[in-house]
């Protein structure tokens, strides 16, 4: 079977992508291959990764440039999920709650003034909010707390905690009905991709697909094809496991802590859990595993082909670690995980949130927590902050860390663009009847 577009992954990225192909271009011979049962079963689960539409505006560790890409493409989400909760209620798979930045201490407090200057141009909605008014919107946030303890907060009302794994399904169920021909394989591993003059051949543990243009969707697997092809042979993957802490309902919306800058990272968090706002979950931590994907070990190979066994990815992490901030950082959040004394440890960055929590309100969320593809580029020697696009000859790879499930649509809107180039622009991409929908 031959298609036009094969796309390969069906997390949030390869289904936003499905949906925007399937309602704003003509393309019809449209494929998507996945591994597994069902969608949106790996990073996108709503228990493998915070459940955050993030827009940039309370993640103090974005410049102003990337909270503005970030926001472009949380607006696209943001618009998509009210739109489609008045049409249609199985999409109800979201909550809005406050959400705010946490300043505790001078320097944050000073830090966090300062951002303010330029961040509230941005976001209109945000404000700036002292003492008081912290403890009228989140009172366990004060209950506690030293009073002579400076604190500053910005917050807004537009905070979107998300089940990703519910959004794939939307978006395969609208695609569907904008395209029945698409074509579903699920249970279908690619195990190999071969490019010849026609186009590309597609070897999976179910037989063998053609395509004349491939979006590889695939996590951290997408730089593993992506190298098997002779793509991004620059970069490695420092693959950061995320853990949560679970406890009873202390907070009414998403608090943030402040992030260091130079952690391609979210902060540490609390927020209401998507399904139960009786429950909140502190985290994620981040710890480097030797997997491509958390759980599955059958990972840990491919975890090593695709970070490369040359000595430049070797030097490059070396180089990673000798920062002290990231090296501390690492050794920090490795504790976390640990039986007993993890527990203890961070109780520590919860009490920064709610002070007066105790060590019996919060339990370890076993099983709970992706994994999150940072890149490495080996030419820089740098870990580089948020998604990575790789374009190739007809052929693209989406690696996708944090805040990849909150781009998906603004990535599915550059990835249509590219392949209708790839496709001879033989098809056409409305995208201004893309933009009036989903742009604000
Ligand atoms: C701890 C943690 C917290 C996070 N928090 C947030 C957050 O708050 N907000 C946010 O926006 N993002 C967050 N993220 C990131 C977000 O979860 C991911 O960016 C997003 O889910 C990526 O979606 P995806 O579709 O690209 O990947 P995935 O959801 O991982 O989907 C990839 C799919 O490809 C399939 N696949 C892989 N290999 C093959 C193959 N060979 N053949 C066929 N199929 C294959 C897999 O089975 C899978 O279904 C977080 C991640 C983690 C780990």
């Not at 130079?262 to 710890?287: M, S, Y």
């Not at 490369?308 to 995980?337: C, E, M, Q, T, W």
């Not at 961070?346 to 999150?372: H, M, Q, W, Y």
Request: aromatic fraction near 10%.
């Amino acid at each position: 079977m031959k298609h036009d577009i094969l796309i390969v992954g069906g997390g949030v990225s390869g289904t936003a992508l499905l949906y925007t192909l399937s309602k704003y271009t003509n393309v019809k011979n449209i494929g998507l291959i996945e591994k597994y049962s069902d969608f949106g079963l790996v990073n996108s689960a709503s228990t493998m990764n915070s459940q955050t539409l993030h827009f940039g505006d309370i993640e103090t560790n974005y410049t102003i440039e990337k909270a503005r890409k970030v926001k472009r493409s949380a607006d696209m989400v943001m618009k998509y999920l009210i739109n489609e909760k008045f049409k249609d209620c199985k999409c109800n798979y979201f909550i809005k709650v406050p959400k705010m930045v946490l300043a505790v201490g001078k320097d944050q407090v000073d830090t966090l003034r300062e951002r303010y200057k330029s961040f509230s141009q941005l976001f209109p909605n945000l404000r700036m909010i002292d003492r008081e008014e912290i403890g009228s919107i989140e009172p366990r946030v004060l209950e506690g707390r030293d009073p002579n303890q400076e604190i500053l907060a910005l917050v807004t009302e537009d905070g979107y905690t998300v089940d990703f794994g519910r959004l794939s399904h939307c978006f395969v169920d609208h695609a569907k009905e904008a395209n029945p021909d698409i074509s579903f394989y699920l249970n279908t591993k690619v195990n190999k991709i071969i490019k010849n003059s026609d186009g590309f051949k597609v070897i999976t543990s179910n037989g063998e697909f053609e395509a004349n243009a491939i979006v590889i969707a695939a996590g951290s697997h997408s730089l593993k094809i992506a190298k098997s092809l002779g793509y991004g042979m620059n970069y490695s993957i420092l693959s950061m496991s995320g853990s949560f802490y679970t406890g009873p309902k202390v907070l009414n919306g998403k608090v943030y802590t402040m992030q260091n800058a130079k952690l391609p990272f979210a902060a540490i968090h609390g927020d209401p859990e998507v399904h139960n706002e009786n429950i909140t979950r502190f985290g994620p931590t981040a710890k480097p595993i030797f997997l491509l994907e958390r759980y599955n070990y059958s990972t840990f190979w491919e975890y090593w082909k695709t970070f490369g066994l040359g000595l430049k990815p070797i030097v490059s992490i070396l180089n990673i670690l000798f920062d002290r901030v990231i090296f501390y950082y690492i050794i920090k959040n490795g504790i976390y995980d640990i039986p007993s004394i993890g527990k203890r440890s961070f109780l520590k960055e919860i009490k920064k949130i709610v002070p007066n929590i105790k060590i019996d309100e919060i339990s370890f969320a076993k099983g709970v927590g992706g994994t999150r593809p940072q890149m490495i580029n080996n030419a820089t020697r740098k870990l580089e902050m948020g998604e990575a696009k790789i374009v190739g000859d007809k052929i693209i790879f989406n690696i996708t860390p944090s805040p990849g499930a909150s781009t998906c649509l603004g990535n599915a809107f550059e990835d249509t663009k590219i392949l209708m180039g790839f496709l001879d622009n033989r098809f056409k991409f409305n995208s201004e009847q893309f933009e009036k929908d989903l742009v604000l």
